[in-house]
């Protein structure tokens, strides 16, 4: 299979699974659980979609991030 398939399906469904938080009063993050392939999890940072730390079990999808999401998620209609 090839690894931007990977990584693109991994971005969408962490957006889909995110849920917002408020950190302040006006700025609000997504975040998701990371259970997927940590190799994709790093290409995705590494690429500027996602911040992660290793002792968090969630992600934050950066605004790149859900940028991206949303357009492949016009691409893979349901």
């Known amino acids: ?3 931007q398939i990977v990584k693109d399906l991994t971005l969408l469904l962490l957006y889909l699974t995110s849920w917002e938080e408020k950190v302040f009063d ?3 993050i997504h975040r998701a659980w990371k259970g997927f392939l940590f190799e994709a999890l790093d290409a995705l940072e590494e690429a500027g979609y996602i911040n992660q730390t290793r002792r968090a079990k969630s992600v934050t999808l950066t605004e790149a991030g859900v940028k991206r999401a949303r357009a492949l998620a016009a691409k893979y209609p349901a």
């Open 1 to 3: 299979m090839n690894d």
């Open 26 to 28: 006006d700025f609000t």
